[in-house]
């Protein structure tokens, strides 16, 4: 089951994320919230040292812990 976030406007969220290849040869993870689910890129669970924030708007975003 994917993850999903209700931001403070009601609207529901699910988390995704891509593994990318940068130009140096290291692989990222990127991980981005999406209103529609994609399965081939839904995450389970919040990933370990990230917090989960909303933006101005009403985004969430995912944020290192302090």
């Known amino acids: ?3 999903s976030h209700i931001n403070s406007k009601g609207k529901k969220y699910f988390l995704h994320s891509k593994t990318i290849k940068r130009a140096s040869g290291k692989e990222t993870t ?3 919230f999406a209103g529609d ?3 081939e890129f839904s995450v389970d669970e ?4 990230k917090i989960i924030a909303e933006l101005k708007s009403g985004l969430p975003v995912l944020k290192n812990i302090k």
Do not use: D, I, K, Q
Not at 46 to 49: E, K
């Open 30 to 32: 990127l991980y981005f």
């Open 46 to 49: 919040v990933p370990a040292g």
């Open 37 to 39: 689910l994609r399965p």
């Open 1 to 3: 089951m994917s993850y």
